[in-house]
């Protein structure tokens, strides 16, 4: 069963991991967005952290609704209420239970995913975070290292696409041959989940 201490982990664990690849997600936002998407994700994951040690929430569903907040609070770029939605739409899925199943985790994060798509009006094939996160719930039934893979080889098929959605879709054709920064920075959370579950 996961308890409060393993999301707090899970969020913490991403934290470090979008502080050390921020220049990279800064470098993929410069070739197709205007460049801030490390900053943004840096800027929002340091709030998350600094609340939660603040106030450590005591269940599962209230540690990732209060990340949700913080992120759609602090970042003021896209990603920030499309992640924002994620944590607190999968937060609120697994209410206030003390200890939660991989099953339900499963479940919920289903619904997180669902809940981005349908704010971001984005399907599988756009470009966008939607094309990591989407492949990595549907692997997740197979564990947390197959989510991982499935995310990571989602960010990768980003870069053959044509931006729909967001500020890359500006670009028309010229965002094909670039790698999607919310689509890898999505791969860097799954990631995190698969490191902390010991994946
Ligand atoms: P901004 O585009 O406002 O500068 P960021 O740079 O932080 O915000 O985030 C850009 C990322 O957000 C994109 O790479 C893409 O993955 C994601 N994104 C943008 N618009 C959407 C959308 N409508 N649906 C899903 N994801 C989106
Ligand atoms: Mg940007």
Same mark, same amino acid.
């Given at each position: 069963m996961l308890d409060a201490d393993f999301f707090r982990r899970w969020l913490l664990a991403a934290a470090a991991s979008v502080d050390r690849e921020a220049a990279r997600l800064t470098e993929l936002d410069s070739a197709? +967005?205007? !460049?801030?998407h490390g900053a943004n994700l840096q800027r929002g994951f340091t709030a998350v952290v600094a609340a939660l040690e603040a106030e450590p929430p005591q269940t599962p569903g209230a540690v990732l609704v209060l990340a949700g907040r913080q992120l759609i609070s602090k970042v +003021? +770029? !896209?990603s920030g209420p499309l992640y924002g939605t994620l944590l607190r739409r999968t937060g609120k899925a697994l209410g206030d239970a003390a200890e939660v199943s991989d099953e339900q985790l499963c479940e919920a994060l289903a619904a997180g995913v669902a809940a981005v798509a349908e704010l971001g009006k984005a399907v599988p +094939?756009?470009?966008?975070m939607i094309d990591a996160l989407t492949p990595a719930v549907e692997a997740l039934p197979d564990g947390y290292a197959a989510a991982r893979e499935a995310a990571e080889k989602g960010a990768l098929d980003t870069v053959p696409l044509q931006a729909?959605?967001?500020? !890359?879709?500006?670009?028309g054709e010229r965002s094909i041959g670039h790698q999607d920064p919310g689509a890898t920075s999505s791969a860097l959370l799954v990631a995190a989940l698969a490191e902390v579950a010991g994946g």
């Open positions: 197709i +967005g205007d !460049a801030d +003021g +770029g !896209a +094939g756009d470009k966008t729909r959605k967001g500020r !890359a879709s500006y670009l």
